[in-house]
C-alpha cells in the first residue's frame, strides 16, 4: 500500500519565514517519525540557497495523521545545510529544548477574501467594533465554516487545540493550543497553521497573520504565550511570580526584537495592548505587557504567566527560546 508523507518547513523569507510542504510517496507506514526518511529540496527557490549549490535537507522530527488524505501524515523537519549542518533559517535547532516547561498559545488571525477581511462590505467598513467577539448570527459572526473545518483538522490529527472563538474585529479569529515542552508546543503551532493555511484553500479565502491587518480604531492579531514550569505551576508565590516578571523587565527591548514584524502597529497602549516601547505586568490587566492571571493569584500565586507581547506572525520557536532565555536567565 503507498502512504503520502506531507514533508512541511519553513522557508528562509525574511522577517517571518513561509511554510512550505511537498509530498513523498513510501510503500510502508511509519510508525513514527524516526521511520520517516530525510529528503533534500531546492534551497534556491525558498531563499535558502544559492542556484549553484541548492540542495538543501529535511529533518524529520515531529509527525502526525493527516486529517485531510488518506493514508497519509504530516512531517514537520527542521532545514540542515547540505553538509548536515544547523541551517542558519532552522530556528529550532538554534535553542536547548526544555521539557519542564509548557506553553500555551493563543493565534489570532484574520480571514481574508481579497483583500479585505472577510466581512468587510467593498471600499467601506462594518458597523464599529463590539458585537463581534464571540458573536453567533450572521450579522456579526463570518467565516465559522473556516474555523470549525480548522478544528475537526486539528483534532483528528491530535494537535492540542484547547478551544476557538470569534475575536473583536470582525473576520478575526482565535484559537488556543496548549503544548508540553518548549519545541514540542511551537512544533504543534507550526503544524496547526499548516492546517490553518490548507483549510482556507478549500473555501477560497486566505489567513492573514500581520499584527495590524486593519489600521485605524480596529483591534490587531497576537499571539499570547502563556507559560510555566514546575516552579511557577507548585512552588509559586508572589515574590517567586514577581521576580520573574521583573526578569522579563530587564529583558524587554532584546525580547521584542524576536516577538515579530511590526509589532509597534499593534502594541500602541491601545486595544488591549502595552505600548511597544514599555514594560509592565500587573494581575488581571490585559493592557499590559505581563499578565498575571487572576486564577494564578488566586491558587497561591501558582499557575502560569500571559506574555501579551507576541505578535500572531511570531515565530514560535523565537518565542519560546526568548522566555526559555529570560526566566532560566
Same mark, same amino acid.
Given at each position: ?10 522557508? /528562509? ?8 510542504? &511537498?509530498? &513523498? ?23 535558502? =540557497? ?7 535537507? +529535511? ?22 545545510? =547540505? ?17 519542564? *516547561? ?12 481579497? !483583500?479585505?477581511?472577510? %466581512?468587510?462590505?467593498?471600499? %467601506? ?31 483528528? #490529527?491530535? +494537535? ?23 519545541? =514540542? ?17 478549500? *473555501? %477560497?479565502?486566505?489567513?492573514? +497573520? ?8 480596529? !483591534? ?36 521584542? /526584537? ?16 502595552? =505600548? ?25 500565586? &501558582? ?7 507576541? #505578535? ?16 532560566? %536567565?
Amino acid at each position: 500500500m503507498a502512504y503520502k508523507l506531507e514533508y512541511i518547513w519553513l522557508d /528562509g523569507y525574511k522577517p517571518e519565514p513561509s511554510i512550505r510542504s &511537498k509530498t &513523498k510517496v513510501v510503500d510502508s507506514e511509519p510508525s513514527d517519525v524516526k521511520d520517516c526518511p530525510a529528503w533534500a529540496f531546492d534551497g534556491s527557490s525558498t531563499e535558502q =540557497a544559492e542556484g549553484s549549490s541548492s540542495d538543501c535537507l +529535511l529533518k524529520p522530527v515531529r509527525m502526525v495523521s493527516d486529517p485531510c488524505r488518506k493514508n497519509a501524515f504530516l512531517v514537520l523537519c527542521e532545514v540542515l545545510a =547540505a553538509d548536515g549542518s544547523i541551517h542558519p533559517s532552522n530556528t529550532r535547532g538554534i535553542f536547548e529544548d526544555n521539557s519542564d *516547561f509548557w506553553f500555551g498559545f493563543e493565534q489570532e488571525y484574520t480571514i481574508m477574501e481579497g !483583500n479585505l477581511p472577510l %466581512g468587510f462590505p467593498p471600499g %467601506g467598513y462594518p458597523g464599529p467594533q463590539g458585537p463581534y467577539y464571540c458573536s453567533v448570527g450572521t450579522d456579526n459572526c463570518v467565516g465559522r465554516d473556516v474555523v470549525e473545518a480548522h478544528l475537526d483538522s486539528c483534532l483528528d #490529527a491530535g +494537535l492540542s487545540v484547547t478551544g476557538i472563538n470569534a475575536e473583536v474585529m470582525k473576520g478575526q479569529w482565535e484559537y488556543q493550543l496548549f503544548g508540553k515542552g518548549a519545541k =514540542a508546543a511551537a512544533d504543534d503551532l507550526w503544524l496547526s497553521r499548516f492546517l490553518l493555511h490548507r483549510n482556507a484553500e478549500s *473555501f %477560497g479565502v486566505s489567513i492573514e +497573520l500581520h499584527p495590524k491587518p486593519v489600521m485605524g480604531d480596529w !483591534n490587531g492579531s497576537g499571539c499570547h504565550t502563556n507559560f510555566s514550569n514546575t516552579a511557577i505551576r507548585d512552588q509559586g508565590g508572589e515574590a517567586l511570580i514577581r521576580s520573574i516578571c521583573d526578569k522579563f523587565a530587564k529583558a524587554h527591548k532584546d525580547d521584542i /526584537g524576536e516577538y515579530g514584524s511590526d509589532n509597534e502597529q499593534r502594541l500602541t497602549g491601545l486595544h488591549e495592548t502595552q =505600548a511597544i516601547d514599555t514594560f509592565s505586568y500587573d494581575v488581571s490587566d490585559r493592557g499590559a505587557s505581563i499578565r498575571i492571571p487572576v486564577g494564578t493569584v488566586q491558587a497561591g500565586w &501558582k499557575g502560569y504567566l500571559e506574555d501579551r507581547r507576541p #505578535a500572531s506572525n511570531m515565530d514560535p520557536y523565537r518565542v519560546v527560546a526568548r522566555i526559555l532565555a529570560t526566566v532560566n %536567565g
